[in-house]
Every structure is written in structure tokens, then in C-alpha cells.
């Protein structure tokens, strides 16, 4: 995984619902002093789709949403 990994699912996360990658880079851009480029953030869907954490809900849309996994994740990593 990549630098944006935590940061794109800390956003999915926090939406709650699917969104897309332009709608994470802009949320990215506004909480974060370096913001990660686009192709940061797209590699980053890229992997945590491949670790099961991140599905595309309709593979011919452009929205991403946390799988169970990747909730579950994001649960036992806020408690700790």
C-alpha cells in the first residue's frame, strides 16, 4: 500500500457511502496540509481493492465504498 492508503480509507470511511476518487482528492486537499496527487490516490484504490478493503459497487461507475473487510479494518483500528 501506498501513503494514501489510510488516508483514502479514513475518507470512505467517514462517508459512509460510495464515492468517487475525485470526491476523496477533494476531501484529501481540504483536511490535509500535502495532499496526495490524484495517481497517489487511484494506485491506492488500486491496492486496497486488491486486499479486499475498497470495492467499486458497479464496475462500470467511478464510486468506491469500504467492503466489510475494510470497515471492519477501519472499526478495529479507531478502538485501538
Same mark, same amino acid.
Given at each position: 500500500?501506498?501513503?494514501?492508503?489510510?488516508?483514502?480509507?479514513?475518507?470512505?470511511? @467517514?462517508?459512509?457511502?460510495?464515492?468517487?476518487?475525485?470526491?476523496? $482528492? #477533494?476531501?484529501?486537499?481540504?483536511?490535509? @496540509?500535502?495532499?496526495? *496527487?490524484? *495517481?497517489?490516490?487511484?494506485?491506492?484504490?488500486?491496492?486496497? $481493492?486488491?486486499?479486499?478493503?475498497?470495492? @467499486?459497487?458497479?464496475?462500470?461507475?467511478? #464510486? #468506491?465504498?469500504?467492503?466489510?473487510?475494510?470497515? @471492519? *479494518?477501519?472499526?478495529?483500528? *479507531?478502538? $485501538?
Amino acid at each position: 500500500m501506498n501513503d494514501a492508503s489510510i488516508p483514502v480509507l479514513e475518507t470512505l470511511h @467517514k462517508a459512509g457511502i460510495a464515492i468517487s476518487a475525485g470526491a476523496i $482528492q #477533494y476531501e484529501l486537499e481540504r483536511t490535509m @496540509k500535502r495532499p496526495p *496527487s490524484r *495517481s497517489t490516490i487511484t494506485r491506492a484504490l488500486r491496492e486496497l $481493492q486488491n486486499h479486499e478493503l475498497v470495492t @467499486k459497487p458497479d464496475e462500470d461507475k467511478i #464510486y #468506491y465504498e469500504l467492503t466489510d473487510k475494510g470497515r @471492519k *479494518s477501519m472499526t478495529e483500528n *479507531s478502538t $485501538q
